[in-house]
Nanobody, 126 residues
Framework: QVQLVESGGGLVQAGGSLRLSCAASGRTFMSYHMGWFRQAPGKEREFVAAISSGGGSTSYADSVKGRFTISKNNAKNTVYLQMNSLKPEDTAVYYC???????????????????WGQGTQVTVSS
């Protein structure tokens, strides 16, 4: 069993930055690939970014590429999402999740993730 707790969300103006954190319980965090997803009101959940267990590989949705950076600190059992140049369309609840499927498969599929956090709200005003 893994528990994930996100933090760092809030209200920010367009063009601003936020850093989300996701703290995980358990001693096997370093073995997990991790992902960030988001869901805006009235929309389906969408993939944002993912990172391999050791941090050596990352993947991003086209909509955030060049603006968001995912990172992982295994010593602190924490994964981060640095979000820069935020846009109103980035407004959503952001979730982190552990990935059970091997990294070589499509990392954007939510069904391949098992444990999820409760989410943190990000609101970007125009």
């Amino acid at each position: 069993q893994v528990q994930l707790v996100e933090s760092g969300g809030g209200l920010v103006q367009a063009g601003g930055s936020l850093r989300l954190s996701c703290a995980a319980s358990g001693r096997t965090f370093m073995s997990y690939h991790m992902g960030w997803f988001r869901q805006a009101p009235g929309k389906e959940r969408e993939f944002v970014a993912a990172i391999s267990s050791g941090g050596g590989s990352t993947s991003y949705a086209d909509s955030v590429k060049g603006r968001f950076t995912i990172s992982k600190n295994n010593a602190k059992n924490t994964v981060y999402l640095q979000m820069n140049s935020l846009k109103p369309e980035d407004t959503a609840v952001y979730y982190c999740a552990t990935r059970r499927a091997p990294w070589r498969y499509d990392v954007s599929l939510g069904d391949d993730y098992d444990y999820w956090g409760q989410g943190t709200q990000v609101t970007v005003s125009s």
